[in-house]
């Protein structure tokens, strides 16, 4: 069965115009949020009519569901092939820790608008959208798992490790850059040291 980051009905639009669209919308929401963007305004940073944005996304919700859609595929697909890179539990998650501190620094805008605007979306968007979140737990959570079962890991209570792990990766997106930090690859050390404390590593 296609799971919705593999499902070709969830394309989020593949051609150069759609993408242009995407980023444009990902910009306003991000600096305004989405309640008070308008689909005009995003045209208008293009130099489009409101019309020009209709031939790939209908409403404003479909237009906030197809980042949302390419934006929790990107984070579970790099953290997927992130742990798949190592073997150990330590290392896988290390690399996992790692990979999605930085996507969420590197990409903050997009994160910003996929992680907080999120009920806005049409419940069956939502479902869409939470499911793909989950599965991107659950890469943590094997991992976890994986540790404790070979005794590498103590973790004190995994599903509360996972939500830890995953809520502090997601807040980067609401503060990144700062004046402690605005290097996405020292961010991603701490944050690593973080999540092995926390699972009796360190």
């Given amino acids: 069965m296609d799971t919705p980051l593999e499902d070709p009905a969830y394309e989020v639009g593949t051609s150069k115009a759609a993408a242009r669209i995407r980023a444009a919308a990902t910009e306003v929401f991000a600096a305004k949020g989405y309640g008070a963007a308008s689909t005009r305004e995003i045209a ?3 130099d489009l009519s409101p019309g020009a944005v209709y031939p790939h996304y ?10 949302a859609l390419e934006g929790h595929r990107a984070v579970l697909d790099t953290i997927t092939r992130a742990a798949d890179s190592a073997t150990s ?9 790692s990979a999605y501190v930085k996507w969420h620094a590197h990409h903050h805008a997009i994160a910003r608008v996929v992680q907080y605007e999120l009920r806005a979306l049409s419940d069956e968007h939502f479902k869409t959208i939470a499911e ?8 943590f959570e094997r991992i976890l798992e994986f540790g404790d079962a070979s ?11 996972t939500l830890a792990i995953t ?19 020292l961010l991603a050390e701490r944050f690593v040291e973080l999540a092995l404390r926390m699972v009796g590593n360190i």
């Fill in 58 to 67: 209908k409403t404003k919700e479909s237009l906030l569901f197809a980042i």
């Fill in 151 to 161: 005794g590498e890991f103590h973790t004190l209570d995994s599903a509360a490790a």
């Fill in 132 to 139: 793909i979140r989950r599965a991107t737990s659950r890469v």
């Fill in 44 to 46: 208008a940073r293009l």
């Fill in 89 to 97: 539990p330590r290392d896988q998650l290390t690399a996992a820790v």
């Fill in 167 to 185: 809520s502090l990766g997601i807040d980067v997106s609401r503060w990144f850059p700062s004046n402690a930090y605005s290097d996405p690859d």
